[in-house]
């Protein structure tokens, strides 16, 4: 049996700039998926490892489909979730929920993204 979230979308106004944002934050590149459709969504994924534990996901600019108000939360895993709390910070991002224990789950911080999203951020023990 494989972990319930297969894949997560991010919606954003504006890709460079949130682009720029996830690069700062997590240190890693999003690359341009190709769209599916004329008039599709524009994607940057996130670097997949199909033989990794999460889930893989993008960052999606689509007419209809707006950023913020999160009725989904998505948690990225950290070494430490108060780095990337920071990093969120300076990037343009704002921190909602400094570091906080989870007790023996580790820690959590919740961080809006430069879009407007609630994103959380997970370290384990």
């Known amino acids: 049996m494989s972990n319930p979230v297969g894949w997560f979308e991010i919606y954003v106004h504006d890709m460079p700039r949130a682009q720029a944002f996830y690069e700062t934050v997590f240190g890693q590149p ?9 008039g599709g969504p524009e994607m940057l994924v996130f670097e997949m490892n199909n033989e990794g534990y999460g889930a893989a996901g993008a960052l999606v600019r689509m007419p209809g489909f707006e950023p913020g108000g999160n009725s989904v939360l998505v948690y990225f895993s950290c070494a430490d979730c108060a780095n990337e709390a920071a990093k969120a910070a300076a990037a ?33 023990p």
């Not at 999003?30 to 004329?38: M, S, V």
């Not at 921190?95 to 994103?119: F, H, Q, R």
């Open 30 to 38: 999003l690359y341009p998926l190709p769209q599916q459709a004329e």
């Open 92 to 124: 343009g991002g704002q921190i909602v929920k400094p570091k906080t224990s989870i007790g023996p789950y580790g820690s959590i911080a919740l961080v809006t993204d430069s879009e407007g999203n609630m994103i959380g951020l997970h370290s384990a």
